[in-house]
């Protein structure tokens, strides 16, 4: 009897640690599904954790590993993803596009212990189009709760699914409510998700909508209308006085809507770059991250880099600090102990102390990161595009305590099944089409990677690809005077004038254009093969250590027994 009242207080005691986990702290997304999730140590249930990027600090994770040891299991997924895993206690989740037009779009669920496969679901695609690094390629994260997941794709897709089972509950396509998806690149933003409803970001060229999803019938239960235009950014969940929020920071702003109805309760504006990163919440401060735009200026972005102090009532928050000269890109903001930090395009970590914003130090990693890096304790890992991890001890000065590689840099792992897919120019929709376009794949020769090579004709030059550009921003050129001027001028590229506007007399000529064009399709050469996979897009974490996502391939880092 004394040995069941024992375990009994035991599990009791467990359960209440979990759900009296604090939630303002830097490891919680402040709602009650990461309270009861997120925050347990054995799960990782969507894009950053919910917006922290963290891991409970009473988890140990492993710190060194190398290609000879650490590596638990690899294993090869079917097509290509560039969406984080998710985790539960048993199973691992991802999201792939298979086929050389993603024809199927692919939700995989594998043993969180070995890696085999538990269950896979493949259904088809609804705007198909060619699969290769100039459009996303599964790029939204999934996410998990106690009973299914959920997958949201490109082409507009959204399934549930039974997590024990692998049998379809649910699935519609948003593109028969919204109209068709008009994207240069495709769609990156994740979902984010309260116990009722799942939150998509849908921005695009064409009508755009925050969408709340009923998790038990994928019903809509309200949609905001947003800004049309290219938007990569996630939402996140607020949990504050006045009930949840969703934060979406995009496209110049930063608006909080009630997460129960859609409507709007506060807006930040004049942002500048901040479309791809996603905000990070810490306790009642809001952490905004931006990119320096192709022809903006460090320090017009850098003052986007901000936090904000989220009110308890709802009114609009006020500006905390705003960054001197820190930018981030890719990576969103990451809060780890008194710090925050901020990697921007070219792999220089930016430290700010989170209160102050006081900027402690800049250095250069030496790699990219296209991943947002994860918070443990005092510890930060950074995961670079390349497979190096390194982690750092938080603290005023940088102190990298190690460092890891996932394959050996002189012979990268390539993918042994996936087949890129460049269409003929007779047959593709072409670059930055609204629709892919392209045909079956021929019997064309591969590359050394695998890639389908298209036609001659298809291949193009800087030049080719500058004049191109010119041509598409004349198109709005209403009085054909061969300069842009007033609302002429396309919304992208007014917020960049100062650079691009060589004689400042508030028009673009065709000598201007060709020259910003030129720099463009400049900073863009050899972008193809800078893109071959391997490649980091993402990570998840648990007790059990790291589960890290490249295009093909999901590597299991091993944590302490």
């Not at 859609?262 to 479309?275: A, F, K, R």
């Not at 695998?450 to 004049?467: E, L, Q």
Request: aromatic share 8%; charged share 20%; proline share 5%.
């Amino acid at each position: 009897m004394f040995e069941l009242i024992k375990k009994s207080c035991f599990v009791l005691c467990l359960l209440l640690s979990v759900l009296n986990l604090n939630p303002r702290s830097s490891y919680s997304q402040n709602s009650p599904i990461a309270n009861t999730l997120d925050n347990a140590s054995d799960s990782w249930s969507s894009f950053r954790n919910s917006g922290s990027s963290g891991v409970n600090k009473e988890v140990s994770l492993p710190t060194e590993w190398s290609v000879e040891q650490g590596i638990d299991w690899v294993v090869e997924l079917p097509g290509y993803g560039q969406s984080c895993p998710v985790t539960t206690t048993d199973y691992v989740i991802l999201t792939s596009v298979a086929g050389p037009q993603k024809e199927q779009n692919v939700l995989t669920c594998l043993s969180r212990v070995d890696g085999t496969t538990v269950w896979s679901l493949s259904e088809k695609n609804s705007l198909p189009g060619p699969s290769n690094y100039m459009f996303s390629r599964a790029a939204p994260t999934p996410m998990v709760d106690s009973k299914q997941a959920y997958a949201f794709y490109e082409s507009g897709d959204l399934i549930a699914v039974d997590l024990e089972t692998g049998k379809l509950a649910w699935k519609r396509n948003l593109v028969e409510e919204t109209g068709e998806i008009q994207s240069r690149h495709g769609l990156g933003s994740s979902p984010t998700q309260s116990a009722k409803y799942l939150f998509i970001n849908l921005e695009h060229g064409g009508p755009s909508a925050l969408i709340a999803i009923d998790k038990t019938n994928g019903n809509t239960a309200w949609k905001t209308e947003r800004p049309s235009g290219s938007s990569w950014s996630s939402p996140v969940l607020y949990d504050s006085a006045m009930g949840e929020q969703v934060i979406i920071s995009s496209q110049g702003s930063a608006v909080g809507f009630r997460a129960e109805s859609g409507e709007q309760v506060w807006e930040i504006t004049g942002l500048e770059g901040n479309s791809v990163p996603s905000p990070t919440i810490d306790g009642n401060k809001l952490y905004l991250g931006a990119r320096q735009s192709e022809f903006g200026s460090v320090e017009k972005a850098a003052k986007s880099n901000l936090c904000l102090n989220l009110d308890e009532q709802g009114t609009v928050p006020g500006v905390r600090w705003r960054s001197d000269r820190c930018v981030t890109h890719y990576a969103s903001p990451v809060v780890c102990g008194d710090y925050v930090y901020l990697i921007n395009k070219s792999g220089i970590l930016g430290c700010l102390d989170k209160d102050t914003g006081k900027e402690l130090y800049r250095q250069r990693l030496g790699f990219e990161c296209w991943a947002s890096p994860v918070a443990n304790g005092n510890h930060l890992f950074i995961f670079g595009k390349n497979g190096t991890t390194v982690v750092l001890e938080t603290g005023e000065k940088f102190e990298k305590i190690a460092q890891s590689q996932l394959w050996d840099q002189e012979n990268p792992p390539s993918p042994s099944k996936y087949k890129e897919f460049y269409p003929s120019q007779q047959t593709a929709g072409g670059h930055g089409g609204s629709r892919h376009g392209g045909g079956p794949p021929s019997d064309k020769k591969q590359d050394a990677h695998g890639s389908h090579k298209p036609d001659a004709s298809a291949d193009s030059t800087p030049g080719d690809r500058a004049s191109r550009m010119v041509r598409s921003y004349l198109k709005s050129d209403a009085n054909a005077d061969e300069k842009l001027s007033g609302d002429e001028i396309p919304e992208r590229l007014r917020s960049a004038m100062e650079n691009i506007d060589l004689d400042a007399n508030g028009q673009l000529d065709r000598s201007e254009l060709t020259k910003m064009a030129e720099k463009f399709a400049a900073n863009r050469r050899g972008s193809k093969d800078s893109s071959r996979d391997p490649m980091v897009y993402g990570v998840a974490a648990d007790k059990n250590g790291f589960l890290i996502r490249t295009g093909t391939r999901l590597y299991c880092i091993k944590g302490d027994e």
